[in-house]
């Protein structure tokens, strides 16, 4: 059944108020496990802040001298904003088995993004400084919005290992998020990061089943 989605945040033209509204907003961030690890039977999978706190500290360990390293910082840790799930009008996790078009969850995540914006922060420059960082990680052209997108996907991958030996699941049950991970890994600092955490993981297979260290199928 497709999920259904609670109404916006309806402004009080306090500002005070709706701002306090928008820091309640953010402890889901805390609460709200990520779907993928649940949709796998991961047990207490971590949340979506956890998720962008290490990404928030990855970026920080870069070498990469060309990258605006405390705009990646907060690009990381308001990339999934739009997912913090509470009684103003957002969206959770949402996962690509549940069916909704990519276009369908722009609009939602966009939706949930002005109202937070422009309804719960009263459009200060603080929350258009919010709202930028979210639109350039959306559009992904710049090179720090490629950077942290890569981040994204390294964190996952990071997550994944993790969870294999936490748990001892059985290789091919997480399988699926290395390989949304490491093929698509492009800033070359992280594609080395990626590469190093591939060969950890293909440590753990017998000599003549080794690959790469990449596939590990």
Same mark, same amino acid.
């Given at each position: 059944?497709?999920?259904? !989605?609670?109404?916006?945040? /309806?402004?009080?033209?306090?500002?005070?108020?709706?701002?306090?509204? !928008?820091?309640?907003?953010? %402890?889901?961030? #805390?609460?709200? +496990?990520?779907?993928?690890?649940?949709?796998?039977?991961? =047990?207490?999978?971590?949340?979506?802040?956890?998720?962008?706190?290490?990404?928030?500290?990855?970026?920080?360990?870069?070498?990469?001298? /060309?990258?605006?390293? =405390? #705009?990646?910082?907060?690009?990381?840790?308001?990339?999934?904003?739009?997912?913090?799930?509470?009684?103003?009008?957002?969206?959770?996790?949402?996962?690509?088995? %549940?069916?909704?078009? #990519? @276009?369908? #969850?722009?609009?939602?995540?966009?939706?949930?993004?002005?109202?937070?914006?422009?309804?719960?922060?009263?459009?200060? =420059?603080?929350?258009?400084?919010?709202?930028?960082?979210?639109?350039?990680?959306?559009?992904?052209?710049?090179?720090?919005?490629?950077?942290?997108?890569?981040?994204?996907?390294?964190?996952?991958?990071?997550?994944?290992?993790?969870?294999? +030996?936490?748990? $001892?699941?059985?290789? $091919?049950?997480?399988?699926? !998020?290395?390989?949304?991970?490491?093929?698509?890994?492009?800033? =070359? @600092?992280?594609?080395?990061? $990626?590469?190093?955490?591939?060969l950890e993981r293909d440590a753990d297979l017998p000599v003549g089943a080794r690959v790469d260290g990449r596939d590990g199928a």
């Amino acid at each position: 059944m497709r999920r259904t !989605f609670p109404p916006p945040y /309806t402004p009080t033209n306090d500002p005070d108020t709706d701002r306090l509204a !928008f820091f309640h907003v953010l %402890e889901r961030l #805390k609460t709200q +496990k990520r779907t993928g690890w649940i949709d796998h039977n991961v =047990p207490n999978p971590e949340s979506i802040s956890d998720h962008m706190y290490r990404m928030a500290v990855l970026a920080m360990c870069t070498s990469d001298a /060309t990258l605006d390293v =405390p #705009k990646c910082v907060m690009m990381c840790v308001v990339h999934d904003l739009a997912e913090a799930h509470g009684k103003s009008f957002a969206l959770g996790d949402i996962t690509p088995r %549940e069916g909704i078009p #990519k @276009e369908e #969850k722009r609009r939602l995540e966009a939706a949930a993004m002005h109202n937070f914006v422009h309804d719960m922060l009263h459009a200060t =420059p603080a929350a258009l400084r919010i709202e930028a960082l979210w639109k350039e990680y959306e559009e992904g052209e710049t090179p720090e919005a490629k950077f942290v997108k890569d981040l994204d996907r390294l964190e996952m991958a990071l997550q994944a290992r993790e969870y294999e +030996k936490v748990h $001892g699941r059985a290789r $091919g049950d997480l399988q699926g !998020f290395f390989d949304s991970s490491f093929p698509y890994l492009r800033h =070359p @600092e992280v594609r080395h990061w $990626g590469d190093t955490l591939a060969l950890e993981r293909d440590a753990d297979l017998p000599v003549g089943a080794r690959v790469d260290g990449r596939d590990g199928a």
